[in-house]
Protein backbone atom coordinates (compact mmCIF):
# COMPACT_ATOMS: atom_id res chain seq x y z
CA UNK A 1 0.00 0.00 0.00
CA UNK A 2 2.70 2.38 0.99
CA UNK A 3 4.73 1.82 -2.18
CA UNK A 4 1.61 2.24 -4.34
CA UNK A 5 1.41 5.52 -2.78
CA UNK A 6 4.84 6.42 -3.22
CA UNK A 7 4.55 5.19 -6.79
CA UNK A 8 1.52 7.58 -7.48
CA UNK A 9 3.32 10.27 -5.54
CA UNK A 10 5.96 10.41 -8.47
CA UNK A 11 3.70 10.22 -10.73
CA UNK A 12 1.60 13.03 -9.92
CA UNK A 13 4.82 14.87 -9.07
CA UNK A 14 6.43 14.61 -12.67
CA UNK A 15 2.97 15.79 -14.29
CA UNK A 16 2.65 18.77 -12.49
CA UNK A 17 6.38 19.67 -13.33
CA UNK A 18 5.22 19.07 -16.56
CA UNK A 19 1.72 21.07 -16.38
CA UNK A 20 3.59 23.52 -14.69
CA UNK A 21 6.48 24.12 -17.83
CA UNK A 22 3.36 24.57 -20.00
CA UNK A 23 2.03 27.02 -17.48
CA UNK A 24 4.90 29.31 -17.60
CA UNK A 25 5.31 28.86 -21.24
CA UNK A 26 1.89 29.77 -21.79
CA UNK A 27 2.56 32.66 -19.18
CA UNK A 28 5.47 33.85 -21.41
CA UNK A 29 3.88 34.03 -24.81
CA UNK A 30 0.68 35.91 -23.68
CA UNK A 31 3.40 38.07 -21.54
CA UNK A 32 5.76 38.68 -24.50
CA UNK A 33 2.54 38.46 -27.06
CA UNK A 34 5.06 36.48 -29.43
CA UNK A 35 4.82 32.68 -30.08
CA UNK A 36 8.18 32.04 -30.65
CA UNK A 37 10.01 32.49 -27.57
CA UNK A 38 12.95 30.01 -28.96
CA UNK A 39 13.60 29.15 -32.43
CA UNK A 40 13.27 25.18 -31.09
CA UNK A 41 9.21 26.33 -31.00
CA UNK A 42 8.92 26.49 -34.47
CA UNK A 43 12.64 26.23 -36.58
CA UNK A 44 11.04 26.62 -39.67
CA UNK A 45 8.55 29.55 -39.09
CA UNK A 46 11.91 31.14 -37.39
CA UNK A 47 13.67 30.68 -40.91
CA UNK A 48 10.63 32.43 -42.70
CA UNK A 49 9.87 34.94 -40.50
CA UNK A 50 13.68 36.06 -40.26
CA UNK A 51 13.72 35.73 -44.17
CA UNK A 52 10.63 38.29 -44.14
CA UNK A 53 12.67 40.66 -41.84
CA UNK A 54 15.42 40.67 -44.13
CA UNK A 55 13.10 41.61 -46.94
CA UNK A 56 11.17 44.08 -45.09
CA UNK A 57 14.43 45.76 -44.20
CA UNK A 58 15.32 45.87 -48.21
CA UNK A 59 11.66 47.39 -48.50
CA UNK A 60 12.23 49.76 -46.08
CA UNK A 61 15.72 50.60 -47.85
CA UNK A 62 14.22 51.34 -51.24
CA UNK A 63 11.71 53.51 -49.39
CA UNK A 64 14.13 55.81 -48.29
CA UNK A 65 15.98 55.52 -52.02
CA UNK A 66 12.36 56.41 -53.67
CA UNK A 67 11.81 59.16 -51.64
CA UNK A 68 15.49 60.59 -52.41
CA UNK A 69 14.74 60.27 -56.12
CA UNK A 70 11.21 61.75 -55.90
CA UNK A 71 12.83 64.95 -53.95
CA UNK A 72 15.19 65.14 -56.82
CA UNK A 73 12.69 64.55 -59.68
CA UNK A 74 10.77 67.74 -57.43
CA UNK A 75 13.77 69.38 -57.19
CA UNK A 76 14.26 69.56 -61.03
CA UNK A 77 10.95 70.13 -62.21
CA UNK A 78 10.91 72.98 -60.38
CA UNK A 79 14.09 74.03 -62.01
CA UNK A 80 12.97 73.01 -65.00
CA UNK A 81 9.34 74.79 -65.29
CA UNK A 82 11.93 78.24 -63.57
CA UNK A 83 14.10 77.62 -66.89
CA UNK A 84 10.87 77.49 -68.94
CA UNK A 85 9.41 80.79 -67.74
CA UNK A 86 12.75 82.16 -68.53
CA UNK A 87 12.91 81.26 -71.85
CA UNK A 88 8.98 82.09 -72.83
CA UNK A 89 10.33 85.78 -71.19
CA UNK A 90 13.36 86.31 -73.73
CA UNK A 91 11.51 85.07 -76.65
CA UNK A 92 9.06 87.88 -76.01
CA UNK A 93 12.24 90.48 -75.94
CA UNK A 94 13.75 88.63 -78.86
CA UNK A 95 10.34 89.43 -80.22
CA UNK A 96 9.99 93.23 -79.34
CA UNK A 97 13.56 94.18 -80.10
CA UNK A 98 12.22 93.10 -84.08
CA UNK A 99 10.61 96.30 -84.20
CA UNK A 100 12.56 98.97 -86.42
CA UNK A 101 10.17 101.50 -84.80
CA UNK A 102 12.16 101.36 -81.79
CA UNK A 103 15.21 103.22 -80.71
CA UNK A 104 19.10 101.80 -80.59
CA UNK A 105 18.35 103.32 -76.91
CA UNK A 106 14.80 100.98 -76.33
CA UNK A 107 16.66 98.01 -78.10
CA UNK A 108 19.47 98.01 -75.59
CA UNK A 109 16.95 97.90 -72.66
CA UNK A 110 15.61 95.13 -73.77
CA UNK A 111 19.40 93.15 -74.06
CA UNK A 112 20.17 94.54 -70.88
CA UNK A 113 17.00 92.46 -69.80
CA UNK A 114 17.92 89.29 -72.19
CA UNK A 115 21.80 89.24 -70.85
CA UNK A 116 20.84 89.25 -67.35
CA UNK A 117 18.19 86.07 -67.93
CA UNK A 118 20.87 84.74 -70.13
CA UNK A 119 23.41 84.90 -66.71
CA UNK A 120 20.42 83.14 -65.03
CA UNK A 121 20.22 80.37 -66.87
CA UNK A 122 24.11 79.70 -66.94
CA UNK A 123 23.94 79.99 -63.48
CA UNK A 124 21.60 77.42 -63.08
CA UNK A 125 22.95 74.96 -66.18
CA UNK A 126 26.69 75.20 -64.78
CA UNK A 127 29.60 73.51 -66.81
CA UNK A 128 33.21 74.00 -67.06
CA UNK A 129 35.20 76.60 -69.71
CA UNK A 130 35.50 73.84 -72.14
CA UNK A 131 32.01 73.36 -72.08
CA UNK A 132 29.96 76.80 -71.82
CA UNK A 133 32.70 79.14 -72.41
CA UNK A 134 33.75 81.83 -70.27
CA UNK A 135 36.53 83.53 -67.93
CA UNK A 136 35.22 80.57 -65.09
CA UNK A 137 34.05 77.31 -64.36
CA UNK A 138 30.53 76.92 -63.31
CA UNK A 139 31.14 73.55 -61.19
CA UNK A 140 28.75 74.31 -58.40
CA UNK A 141 25.07 75.32 -60.41
CA UNK A 142 22.21 76.38 -58.80
CA UNK A 143 20.44 73.62 -60.57
CA UNK A 144 21.98 70.97 -58.16
CA UNK A 145 20.53 68.08 -55.86
CA UNK A 146 23.01 67.07 -52.84
CA UNK A 147 25.48 69.24 -54.31
CA UNK A 148 25.61 67.27 -57.71
CA UNK A 149 24.53 69.14 -60.74
CA UNK A 150 21.14 68.23 -61.99
CA UNK A 151 21.63 69.55 -66.00
CA UNK A 152 25.12 67.74 -66.98
CA UNK A 153 25.79 64.72 -68.70
CA UNK A 154 26.25 62.83 -65.99
CA UNK A 155 22.93 64.15 -64.29
CA UNK A 156 21.30 60.80 -64.35
CA UNK A 157 21.17 58.53 -61.23
CA UNK A 158 20.67 54.87 -60.23
CA UNK A 159 17.89 53.79 -57.91
CA UNK A 160 17.54 50.22 -56.28
CA UNK A 161 13.79 50.11 -56.04
CA UNK A 162 13.03 47.13 -54.45
CA UNK A 163 14.12 43.57 -53.49
CA UNK A 164 15.76 42.35 -55.73
CA UNK A 165 18.91 43.14 -57.67
CA UNK A 166 17.74 43.82 -60.86
CA UNK A 167 14.66 46.15 -59.66
CA UNK A 168 16.15 49.49 -60.14
CA UNK A 169 15.36 52.68 -61.81
CA UNK A 170 17.53 55.47 -63.61
CA UNK A 171 16.57 59.17 -63.32
CA UNK A 172 16.81 60.97 -66.69
CA UNK A 173 19.80 62.44 -67.65
CA UNK A 174 18.57 66.31 -68.73
CA UNK A 175 22.23 67.54 -70.47
CA UNK A 176 21.50 71.71 -70.97
CA UNK A 177 24.95 71.67 -72.13
CA UNK A 178 24.42 70.97 -75.17
CA UNK A 179 21.90 71.91 -77.88
CA UNK A 180 20.13 75.19 -78.20
CA UNK A 181 20.26 75.91 -74.39
CA UNK A 182 23.68 75.26 -74.85
CA UNK A 183 23.76 78.13 -77.81
CA UNK A 184 22.22 80.89 -75.25
CA UNK A 185 24.28 80.44 -71.96
CA UNK A 186 27.77 79.99 -74.13
CA UNK A 187 30.39 83.11 -73.80
CA UNK A 188 33.36 83.93 -75.33
CA UNK A 189 36.67 83.88 -74.29
CA UNK A 190 35.53 87.56 -72.63
CA UNK A 191 32.96 86.72 -71.54
CA UNK A 192 30.25 88.02 -73.73
CA UNK A 193 27.26 85.82 -74.71
CA UNK A 194 27.90 84.17 -78.30
CA UNK A 195 24.10 85.19 -79.05
CA UNK A 196 22.78 88.62 -79.05
CA UNK A 197 19.33 89.18 -78.96
CA UNK A 198 18.75 90.76 -82.10
CA UNK A 199 20.28 87.69 -83.99
CA UNK A 200 18.62 86.62 -86.77
CA UNK A 201 17.96 83.40 -85.86
CA UNK A 202 17.44 84.08 -81.73
CA UNK A 203 13.52 83.35 -81.61
CA UNK A 204 14.26 79.95 -83.40
CA UNK A 205 16.85 79.11 -80.84
CA UNK A 206 14.70 80.33 -77.88
CA UNK A 207 11.74 77.90 -79.00
CA UNK A 208 13.96 74.49 -79.88
CA UNK A 209 15.67 75.26 -76.17
CA UNK A 210 11.93 75.78 -74.94
CA UNK A 211 11.64 72.43 -76.68
CA UNK A 212 14.78 70.69 -74.97
CA UNK A 213 13.17 71.76 -71.47
CA UNK A 214 10.03 70.44 -72.30
CA UNK A 215 11.14 67.26 -72.83
CA UNK A 216 13.51 67.03 -70.02
CA UNK A 217 9.90 67.65 -67.85
CA UNK A 218 8.62 64.50 -69.58
CA UNK A 219 11.43 62.75 -68.82
CA UNK A 220 11.09 63.60 -65.25
CA UNK A 221 7.31 63.34 -65.18
CA UNK A 222 7.30 60.26 -66.50
CA UNK A 223 10.28 58.76 -64.04
CA UNK A 224 7.52 59.94 -61.17
CA UNK A 225 4.97 58.08 -62.48
CA UNK A 226 7.26 54.92 -62.39
CA UNK A 227 8.68 55.88 -58.85
CA UNK A 228 4.90 56.29 -57.53
CA UNK A 229 3.86 52.63 -58.71
CA UNK A 230 7.03 51.21 -57.29
CA UNK A 231 6.15 52.89 -54.04
CA UNK A 232 2.84 51.43 -54.25
CA UNK A 233 4.18 48.12 -54.71
CA UNK A 234 6.63 48.46 -52.08
CA UNK A 235 3.90 49.38 -49.79
CA UNK A 236 1.57 46.13 -50.54
CA UNK A 237 4.91 43.67 -50.32
CA UNK A 238 5.96 45.10 -46.47
CA UNK A 239 2.02 44.18 -45.28
CA UNK A 240 1.70 41.14 -47.25
CA UNK A 241 5.10 39.99 -45.29
CA UNK A 242 4.13 42.36 -42.52
CA UNK A 243 1.12 39.80 -42.18
CA UNK A 244 2.93 36.74 -42.86
CA UNK A 245 5.48 37.77 -39.73
CA UNK A 246 2.67 38.05 -37.58
CA UNK A 247 1.00 34.69 -38.17
CA UNK A 248 4.53 32.86 -37.75
CA UNK A 249 5.10 35.14 -34.73
CA UNK A 250 2.35 36.70 -32.62
CA UNK A 251 0.97 34.60 -30.17
CA UNK A 252 -3.03 33.64 -30.77
CA UNK A 253 -4.25 35.09 -28.00
CA UNK A 254 -7.78 33.23 -27.30
CA UNK A 255 -5.94 30.10 -27.50
CA UNK A 256 -3.39 30.81 -25.74
CA UNK A 257 -5.57 32.12 -23.13
CA UNK A 258 -7.78 29.00 -22.98
CA UNK A 259 -4.57 26.42 -23.13
CA UNK A 260 -3.51 28.87 -19.85
CA UNK A 261 -7.01 28.48 -18.02
CA UNK A 262 -6.60 24.32 -19.16
CA UNK A 263 -3.09 24.26 -17.82
CA UNK A 264 -4.04 25.94 -14.16
CA UNK A 265 -6.94 23.80 -13.72
CA UNK A 266 -4.99 20.76 -14.47
CA UNK A 267 -2.13 22.23 -12.30
CA UNK A 268 -4.26 23.11 -9.11
CA UNK A 269 -5.95 19.35 -9.57
CA UNK A 270 -2.79 17.99 -9.41
CA UNK A 271 -1.07 19.57 -6.79
CA UNK A 272 -4.76 18.77 -4.92
CA UNK A 273 -4.15 15.17 -5.73
CA UNK A 274 -0.55 15.02 -4.43
CA UNK A 275 -1.40 16.80 -1.23
CA UNK A 276 -3.93 14.44 -0.52
CA UNK A 277 -1.95 11.18 -1.54
CA UNK A 278 0.78 12.81 0.49
CA UNK A 279 -2.03 13.11 3.79
CA UNK A 280 -3.08 9.30 2.98
CA UNK A 281 0.59 8.69 2.88
CA UNK A 282 1.51 10.15 6.48
CA UNK A 283 -1.79 8.52 8.14
CA UNK A 284 -0.70 5.40 7.00
CA UNK A 285 2.87 5.67 8.27
CA UNK A 286 1.51 6.93 11.57
CA UNK A 287 -1.01 3.74 12.13
CA UNK A 288 2.09 1.44 10.75
CA UNK A 289 3.97 2.87 13.18
CA UNK A 290 1.83 3.12 15.87
CA UNK A 291 1.98 0.71 19.17
Known amino acids: MTNTLASNSRVLLSSLNRNQTTLDRHLARLGSGTRLLTPADDPAGTRTAAKADSQRARLAAATINIQNGTSRLQTTDSYLTSLGDTLTRMSELATYARNEVLSPDDVD ?11 QLRTVIGGTQAQIGGTADIQTPLGSYNGAPLFGADGGTLLAIGVHADETLQLPTINLRTGDTHTLIEQDAAGTFTLDLTAPDAIATLQDALSQIT ?15 ASDTINSTDAALESQTSRIRDVDIAASTTA ?3 QQV ?26
Open 266 to 291: LTQSHTSMLSQTREMSTKLLSLLTAD
Open 215 to 229: TGLIAVGATQSRLSH
Open 109 to 119: LYRREFVQLQE
Open 260 to 262: LVR
